[in-house]
């Protein structure tokens, strides 16, 4: 307590009286003093309730040991102020000045100032008395915290096994916690208590804490799924695609333009289902080519004759997912994305915010990196989810991480750890994805005979919008032009195209439907090598033209081709149109070697006596492409995890693993199904189109699967990766070791050693090695349906 006696009292007031800018101060630390006391002590213990959140104690003991502090260091301030008024009153009391100011101010000037130093001392007293009040209640509060609910405050990191990155994950939090907002979202605070809670109850790296309310209500079971219907409007989705970028404009007007032939394929699929159409399901579709944050290159470029081969494609996903009944939410944006998905405030390291409400999620590349990059730990756990649209596709030895680094297959978008079928491709030329597609227009009978009537023979078009595509073609085009009339669609805005010879008539871009109306006169729809595995040949032949296309010697691939380096794939490329020359082939299509001369002129003269009808294969059609996507939905499931493959040492002869499903095929040439051999219900195809074949050192499983008309299929790989399996066809195996390579199972047969396949995402179709013979699994499939077997649907 301060007690001052009555010559200090004298001292005070003529201080006061005589130092106006004092006595201001002096009534100013009061006030404040006064105010500090009503709102931070008034509202410290009555605004919160303990349990408010999951770090309320903490914050609370913490903000009220920082006023404790607050009122001792009034306190002192308010003693040390009292002090120096002292020595100032001593001071006045030597010089001349004060003593004739003194018998000049009557004695009534004083009162006022003897009143307010009886309340500065009256204020300081009760400073004093609160903050021993203040400590006397904290520490009540913090022994009845600690007594019930442990040691909240002491908290130290547990030492369980089964969570041995506990220790090193807090290591790193007391480190980095403040290096993204979304931990203090969370509410972390720098305390080892509330790092101990966000890893064991928003991440799961460390046990839960044996003092946390782990009691928590049940939840109320799901609401029944409902079933998918099939539409038999697609305006609601026009407005679900939005507006403001060309890019949508391009896609809704395809949509338009197809939305009859979308509605009869979806009622004749309709039909034939025959109401097995399954559970709706919550779909996002996020189109991360068309975000401002990557580039977004596409949507400048639609109308100067930019690829418009991923549009054409997301168009006719976006369409097929709709009329099948399911809930769809489209964004292109980032801001949408991390809305939509419960992204937490910050720079992506934490989890959601609540469980992902969709069942799947249809990207691309570019959306798959920025759902990585905001996702956090979200990501490992839902990426099973993602289907990532791909046009070229990825291959399993680019898509592990530790495999593609070890071994050298450098990419620039691989090392996802997915599974090989949550990629989709454009065209079914990589067995190890799943095949999208899209869908060209279909043609009635009636359409068809009038184009057939109203071609012209001698016309041919050029394959190529972008002026660089012609550049050098002068040869060829020079002995095209011989035979036929060629014309172009050579985007330019101002002056002719110089790449463009003055013989070839150019239309300059062209919109979807007067395209088609060329195609449909044209004889001859001719490709220069580039672009690659585009739509335009489907429509073209579709539309009644014969595609001519150069030969690749050697074929192209990402070892001598700048166009694939750093694609996620090996795979060689023989033609500007692989699918066209394998699938279609003669007479609608032709592939020839345009550095010889003969060959070419030979073709084209071939060609103009050639009749041919307008053809497209039913994988493409609307029908075909909604029987697809409806078979993935129902059945790819990559969520749910598969038995692991044995294990690579020994077995005892007490645990020797169960008679082969197989069975050698009565020609004894391959593998079959045993029709004595238990179905497995996971299995999808279903497993009794298996066939297992020994591939050439040569071939890939690809290629020798294609080879006796089936496809090589590798969901079927886990039946194949046994040993028995090489006893089955007679092969020896000296020796049988479990290695991370993508062509085994297979065998070397020059030293008899056979080789098992030990990590099951590199299970591959693609690859191979003159040293091994690999064990290659085929299946049927379903005529112009290759991605579906015969008993798929």
Same mark, same amino acid.
């Given at each position: ?20 800018? /004092? ?19 008034? #509202? ?103 007594? #019930? ?176 009944? =399911? ?175 003055? /013989? ?56 001598? =081709?700048? /166009? ?23 007479? =609608? ?40 996507? =409806? ?163």
């Amino acid at each position: 307590m301060i007690t001052v006696n009555a010559d200090g009292k004298i001292m005070v007031r003529r201080c006061l009286v005589t130092l106006r800018p /004092f006595r201001i101060f002096v009534l100013g630390i009061g006030f404040f003093t006064l105010c500090f006391l009503m709102t931070s002590l008034g #509202g410290q213990f009555s605004a919160k309730r303990l349990g408010d959140s999951p770090f309320t104690i903490r914050t609370e003991v913490m903000g009220a040991l920082e006023s404790r502090g607050v009122l001792r260091r009034m306190s002192d301030m308010l003693e040390l102020l009292m002090k120096r008024m002292d020595i100032l009153a001593r001071l006045e009391n030597g010089t001349d000045f004060h003593k004739g100011d003194e018998a000049r101010f009557p004695l009534d000037r004083f009162q006022p100032a003897a009143g307010l130093m009886e309340r500065i001392q009256a204020i300081a007293q009760n400073v004093s008395d609160i903050a021993i009040k203040v400590d006397q209640i904290l520490r009540n509060s913090l022994m009845n915290a600690k007594m #019930g609910d442990g040691r909240r405050d002491q908290c130290e990191v547990p030492r369980d096994p089964k969570y041995p990155d506990c220790a090193g994950k807090v290591e790193w939090m007391r480190a980095r916690w403040t290096s993204d907002p979304c931990y203090a979202f969370f509410g972390v605070d720098g305390t080892e208590c509330s790092f101990l809670i966000y890893l064991s109850e928003v991440e799961w790296f460390c046990p839960p804490l044996p003092w946390r309310n782990q009691t928590a209500a049940p939840s109320p079971p799901p609401p029944p799924r409902a079933q998918a219907a099939f539409r038999s409007d697609l305006a609601p989705l026009l407005e679900l695609v939005g507006t403001g970028k060309e890019s949508l404009s391009f896609m809704k007007k395809r949509i338009r333009h197809l939305a009859q032939q979308w509605l009869r394929a979806a009622r004749r699929l309709e039909q034939k289902l025959k109401g097995r159409q399954g559970d709706q399901k919550h779909i996002l579709i996020h189109i991360g080519f068309l975000t401002e944050e990557s580039g977004d290159v596409f949507s400048p470029r639609v109308l100067k004759g930019g690829p418009l081969g991923e549009m054409v494609q997301w168009a006719d996903i976006l369409a097929a997912l709709f009329l099948l009944g =399911h809930s769809l939410k489209v964004t292109v944006s980032l801001k949408e994305l991390q809305s939509n998905l419960g992204v937490p405030p910050g720079r992506g390291n934490c989890p959601l915010t609540n469980p992902l409400p969709f069942d799947l999620i249809y990207t691309d590349y570019h959306g798959l990196q920025q759902m990585k990059q905001h996702m956090g730990l979200s990501f490992k756990k839902y990426r099973c989810r993602v289907r990532v649209i791909d046009t070229f596709g990825t291959e399993p030895a680019y898509n592990h991480e530790e495999y593609a680094t070890l071994r050298g297959f450098r990419t620039n978008w691989g090392y996802w750890n997915l599974h090989p079928s949550q990629f989709m491709t454009m065209f079914p030329h990589t067995p190890d994805n799943s095949f999208m597609g899209f869908v060209s227009e279909e043609l009635n009978q009636t359409e068809r005979q009038r184009i057939k009537s109203n071609k012209v023979g001698s016309m041919a078009v050029v394959y190529g919008k972008e002026a660089s595509i012609w550049k050098g073609k002068e040869k060829f085009l020079a002995i095209l032009n011989k035979y036929m009339e060629i014309h172009g669609t050579v985007y330019y805005e101002t002056q002719r195209p110089p790449e463009v010879p003055a /013989f070839v008539k150019n239309h300059g871009l062209l919109p979807q439907h007067e395209f088609q109306q060329l195609l449909r006169k044209a004889k001859l729809f001719i490709g220069f090598g580039f672009p690659y595995e585009g739509p335009a040949p489907l429509e073209a032949i579709a539309n009644g033209c014969v595609f001519l296309q150069a030969r690749f010697n050697p074929p192209h691939s990402s070892l001598n =081709h700048e /166009f694939f380096r750093g694609k996620p794939t090996s795979r060689e490329v023989s033609s500007q149109h692989p699918y066209a020359e394998d699938f279609i082939g003669k007479p =609608h299509v032709w592939t020839v070697d345009y550095n010889n001369s003969e060959e070419f002129e030979a073709a084209i003269k071939t060609i103009m006596r050639t009749q041919v009808d307008p053809y497209l294969p039913y994988e493409y059609t609307c029908e075909g492409m909604l029987e697809r996507i =409806h078979a993935y939905i129902q059945h790819q499931d990559f969520c749910t995890t598969l038995p692991p493959p044995p294990p690579a040492k020994a077995q005892s002869p007490a645990m020797q693993s169960p008679p082969s499903p197989l069975a050698l095929s009565p020609n004894a040439t391959h593998l079959v199904w045993s029709p004595s051999a238990r179905r497995d219900p996971r299995s999808w195809p279903p497993a009794d189109s298996l066939q297992v074949w020994l591939s050439e050192g040569r071939h890939a499983c690809t290629e020798t699967c294609r080879r006796r008309g089936l496809v090589c299929e590798p969901t079927f790989f886990r039946f194949l990766n046994k040993k028995e399996v090489f006893l089955q066809l007679s092969i020896t195996c000296d020796s049988t070791e479990y290695e991370m390579n993508h062509l085994y199972p297979a065998v070397a047969e020059n030293v008899h050693e056979c080789y098992l396949q030990k990590e099951p995402l590199l299970f591959s179709c693609a690859g191979h090695n003159t040293k091994y013979r690999r064990l290659c699994p085929c299946r049927d499939y379903r005529e112009g349906q290759v991605a579906l077997c015969r008993d798929c649907l």
